[in-house]
């Protein structure tokens, strides 16, 4: 007796066989790495800070391919703090760029289970309070280091005695930038030989978040590449030849207004902007005041990733090579001299002999221990 059966038959017994994954219904395990979400006010192409923490995603995801992550932006400095609330739970980790993220954390402390990276900024409470958990690491830099490396730079490298700093706003770490830079000129001037003196336009003088004026040059904003310009055009027409940059997607004006004029040169901040500083056949970019964000931002995911991942409010420096000025051939346009020069003064600041003035230290950018 022959069997005969119907095609139908025949399908639903191939159908059978081949998926026996779908028993019971149930779908397919998803992917297990990391699931990492990092919102930024500049995105993660301006070039700078927000790029920096986001190529230290890339690095970890390099080396753990089944991680992913999901780039949010938000440029409302008012709604960050809700962004985060939005998509905390989507997340096993969120990487949060910024001072202005520092209100998060009662956020935080309703999503235990989430970890969260916070970069240049101390975790505060809703009352403002500064608090630690052990879900959150926040990592904050010695900025005035990396800001004292561009001012003797500047000084060294200025033909007209003119330099200046520009930043975005006045929180705490564009404050320990411009004064660092500032305490570099001093010491550039009164050790190397130097006669530099830093320009400051009233009308862009910067208050810090606790009401205090600052002075210095800032745009108002880390997305205000048009402003940027403006500032950089008022800079470079009263003299300024040698610019600090620490301000973001609003650098970008800075940038342009430095190639459109003759004999200007810039310095980079945070992250190698040597790419950045193109003109013609030859490069603006003197050097540039690393913030080593990436490597830490990395660390941190690869902690999470081994179950070592522990909440703490750290603050970065020279002394775990977190902070510093780029100096591999062909990143750079500095002289044998400046070079020879830096070398020295990044020695002696690694040892403490030199601590530059910052928003909180105590210090003023004229009278700081090593001057």
């Not at 208050?207 to 800032?218: E, H, I, L, R, W």
């Not at 081994?306 to 510093?324: E, I």
């Not at 003035?357 to 001057?371: D, E, I, M, Q």
């Amino acid at each position: 007796m022959k069997l005969v059966l119907k095609w139908t038959t025949v399908l639903t017994l191939a159908v059978c066989m081949v998926l026996p994954i779908y028993a019971g219904g149930e779908k397919q395990a998803a992917p297990t790495g990391l699931k990492i979400g990092i919102v930024t006010t500049s995105g993660v192409d301006d070039g700078s800070f927000g790029q920096d923490c986001y190529n230290g995603i890339l690095e970890f995801i390099k080396a753990n391919p089944e991680a992913t992550v999901t780039p949010i932006k938000e440029p409302d400095m008012a709604k960050v703090v809700q962004a985060v609330a939005d998509i905390i739970a989507d997340y096993d980790v969120v990487v949060l760029p910024g001072f202005q993220f520092a209100p998060v954390g009662a956020i935080l402390q309703e999503n235990p289970d989430r970890k969260v990276i916070l970069v240049d900024a101390a975790l505060t409470d809703a009352s403002g309070k500064p608090i630690e958990l052990d879900n959150v690491y926040s990592m904050q830099f010695h900025e005035e280091e990396s800001g004292f490396f561009a001012g003797i730079t500047a000084a060294l490298e200025t033909k007209t005695g003119k330099v200046a700093v520009v930043n975005g706003m006045a929180f705490p770490s564009n404050v320990n930038y411009q004064y660092g830079f500032m305490s570099g000129v001093n010491y550039a001037n009164k050790y190397y030989g130097t006669k530099a003196a830093y320009v400051e336009l009233p009308s862009y003088a910067g208050t810090d978040v606790s009401g205090k004026a600052v002075g210095g040059n800032y745009i108002g904003g880390f997305g205000d590449a048009a402003t940027g310009k403006v500032v950089g055009a008022a800079l470079i027409d009263q003299g300024v030849d040698v610019l600090f940059v620490a301000a973001g997607g609003s650098g970008a004006g800075v940038f342009t207004a430095a190639k459109e004029a003759d004999n200007v040169s810039l310095i980079g901040v945070d992250t190698d902007q040597y790419d950045d500083g193109k003109k013609g056949n030859g490069n603006i970019i003197l050097t540039s005041a690393l913030k080593v964000m990436h490597t830490n931002v990395a660390r941190q995911l690869q902690a999470v990733k081994n179950g070592t991942f522990k909440g703490k409010n750290d603050l970065l420096g020279a002394s775990t090579d977190s902070t510093g000025f780029v100096s591999a051939q062909g990143r750079h346009n500095l002289s044998a001299n400046t070079l020879s020069k830096l070398r020295d003064a990044y020695g002696k600041l690694r040892a403490g002999s030199i601590v530059p003035a910052s928003s909180s230290n105590g210090h003023t950018p004229a009278n700081f221990p090593g001057l």
